[in-house]
């Protein structure tokens, strides 16, 4: 089953809204999460990594004040797109780092959250 | 710079037949571990083998299984007895033990021809 959730699925809005997507670790408590763009037929871009209770550390290029990342718990964080606009419309996945029960430390990716900004 | 190179854009396989996707990492770490992720058309990534760097026996998992050579600092995949359920685009990563750098390569899109 899926270790790791994230929410919502599919979202479509309007340019200039806030988006917030949510990235949960089920099955394990994650000290270390990682938010990841995906482009059409593309590989995975990282954009942060955040650290629960502490600030995340975003990517070169990545720009901090659009992207914002809170890991508030050792199984929650949440990515807020602000002020998205069409460029911003893209796959955003989310993964966590952990071990399952007897597991050896792995990431555990989401199912990934589609954005369309109009 | 570290980085995962996958010099196949893209494979195909006959049904039932084996298959070898191709991944060459470059990284000044001694701790560090390598993985293949499967990204169907669902775009799920689902872990589909690990290999910790240290062991030099080669991962399996059923079908699975990979050509680890530390030295050239190649990671390849083998999927033997190939399915329709395995097309899908295959990246490989590489991670740190010691930190959080992950890193993937530009994937591989495998067709299974029935």
């Known amino acids: 089953g899926a270790v790791v959730s994230q929410h919502p699925s599919r979202v479509i809005c309007k340019s200039g809204t806030s988006v917030k997507i949510e990235c949960r670790s089920l099955d394990f408590q994650a000290t270390t999460m990682f938010w990841y763009r995906q482009f059409p037929k593309q590989s995975l871009m990282l954009m942060a990594t955040s650290n629960e209770g502490s600030k995340a550390t975003y990517e070169q290029g990545v720009e901090k004040d659009k992207f914002l990342i809170n890991h508030a718990s050792l199984t929650l964080s949440t990515l807020t797109v602000t002020s998205a606009h069409p460029e911003d419309s893209s796959f955003y996945i989310c993964?966590?780092?952990?071990?399952?029960?007897?597991?050896?430390?792995?990431?555990?990716f989401g199912p990934g959250t589609r954005l369309t900004v109009l | 710079a570290q980085t995962v190179t996958q010099s196949q854009p893209e494979m195909s396989v006959q049904e039932a037949e084996t298959v070898t996707l191709s991944c060459t990492y470059d990284?000044?770490?001694?701790?560090?571990?390598l993985f293949w992720y499967k990204q169907p058309p669902s775009r799920q990534m689902i872990l589909v083998i690990r290999q910790e760097a240290y062991k030099q026996q080669n991962a399996t998992e059923n079908r699975f299984s990979v050509n680890f050579q530390k030295a050239a600092k190649s990671f390849s995949l083998k999927i033997s007895d190939s399915q329709l359920g395995d097309a899908a685009m295959y990246f490989c990563?590489?991670?740190?033990?010691?930190?959080?750098?992950?890193?993937f390569g530009t994937g591989t899109s495998l067709t299974v021809i029935p």
């Open positions: 993964s966590a780092r952990g071990s399952l029960a007897g597991g050896t430390d792995t990431q555990y």
């Open positions: 990563a590489q991670g740190s033990n010691t930190g959080n750098q992950f890193y």
């Open positions: 990284t000044s770490e001694s701790d560090y571990y």
